[in-house]
């Protein structure tokens, strides 16, 4: 049988925290799931700690979502478990003043010869004097 590692051991006022988290309207899901996972993932627990399966079924989410919240738990610490880190990705390209021009390009009118077909005006900017 295999040690089980990323043993989750929380404190009085750890569990309080994360029980009051839990009950708190304005967090979001993720993060009160996070906290659930803790929570069942306790050693210290009246019932018991729950396997990671036992708490992936209870609470709908992956059992490597379970894994990973433990991990960054007992690596971390608890405030970093329960945030959500940076995630990479795509910049935004269009910024600033470009985006304020666009803006004001496609809630202009369309230029002359162009028919307005449906909700929205659709032209080509290729023929405009606009540039970004």
């Known amino acids: 049988m295999r040690v089980k590692e990323n043993r ?8 309080k925290h994360l029980k009051k988290l839990t009950r708190k309207g304005v967090v979001s899901a993720r993060k009160v799931n996070r906290a659930r996972v803790l929570l069942l ?41 329960l945030t959500e880190k940076a995630r990479s990705g795509r910049p935004k390209e269009v910024r ?21 077909a449906g909700p929205c005006a659709c032209w080509p900017i290729k023929g405009s004097n606009w540039r970004m």
């Open 8 to 15: 989750v051991r929380l404190s009085q006022k750890q569990q």
């Open 41 to 81: 993932s306790d050693e210290a627990r009246a019932s018991g700690r729950k396997s990671d399966p036992e708490i992936a079924d209870i609470l709908d989410i992956s059992a490597a979502t379970v894994f990973r919240t433990r991990q960054r738990f007992c690596q971390e610490g608890l405030e970093e478990a």
């Open 96 to 116: 600033g003043l470009a985006k304020a021009k666009i803006t004001a390009l496609t809630c202009s009118q369309a230029p002359a010869g162009r028919e307005v």
